[in-house]
């Protein structure tokens, strides 16, 4: 058992990035999870049960606590960490954290991530000719996040404040595997010395 009083899994697929995001958080707070694995590419989340029981969303992660299920990485992450040093105390700070968790969702995942899914995971003969289509604009959806991030970095060590938060755990689970993605880290020096800091932290743990 754990502070929480309840059992907490996590159900996932160990390559995703949203899936590590929890456990990095839960890594660095010294939180034990259980692990229970579904292979995405065979649908494993599409299940008429896996839609019934776990996520009607049909997508994982999905962090259960006692008979409970929460699905969205960022939510999981907040779970984990209220009360804790990665979300700030000051009210401001705090929200400027759920900005980043926010840009996360909306300018780097659908770009970076789907990229690395994309090429790494489907492989690109294999992509529809929609995606195929797609693939221009993601890619410099992608690298117009990971320059705003660049820049933010070139003067502040970490995203928000001066120690890590969600924000920068949100944000280096798919930047720290983005040249999957066809992404060049070397463009980014700043968003580089960030991800070793992160890599440096008490607690870290690597992505399957
Ligand atoms: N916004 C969600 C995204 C979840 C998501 O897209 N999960 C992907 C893997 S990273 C998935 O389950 N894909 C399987 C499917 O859609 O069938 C989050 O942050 O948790």
Redesign the pocket.
């Known amino acids: 058992m754990n502070a929480f009083m309840e059992d907490l899994v996590l159900h996932e697929?160990p390559r995703?990035?949203?899936?590590f995001k929890i456990r990095l958080t839960a890594a660095l707070l010294g939180i034990p999870l259980e692990r229970r694995q579904y292979d995405?590419m065979k649908?494993e989340?599409?299940t008429p049960e896996f839609l019934r029981d776990v996520n009607a969303n049909?997508?994982?992660?999905v962090l259960q606590v006692g008979p409970r299920f929460l699905?969205?990485?960022?939510a999981a992450c907040w779970f984990l960490a209220e009360g804790s040093p990665l979300i700030p105390q000051d009210r401001f700070a705090r929200a400027d954290m759920l900005r980043w968790m926010f840009f996360e969702?909306y300018n780097h995942?659908p770009n970076v991530?789907t990229l690395r899914?994309w090429l790494l995971f489907v492989g690109e003969a294999n992509l529809s000719e929609f995606q195929k289509g797609q693939i221009t604009a993601k890619r410099a959806g992608g690298e117009a996040a990971l320059a705003v991030m660049d820049e933010h970095l070139t003067r502040s060590d970490w995203l928000v404040g001066d120690s890590v938060t969600l924000a920068d755990i949100a944000l280096y689970a798919y930047t720290h595997v983005c040249e999957a993605g066809g992404f060049r880290l070397r463009d980014y020096p700043a968003i580089c010395g960030w991800l070793d800091r992160v890599a440096g932290l008490s607690g870290y743990v690597a992505m399957d």
């Open positions: 697929d995703s990035g949203n899936c995405i649908g989340t599409r049909g997508r994982i992660p699905p969205e990485s960022n969702q995942e991530a899914f």
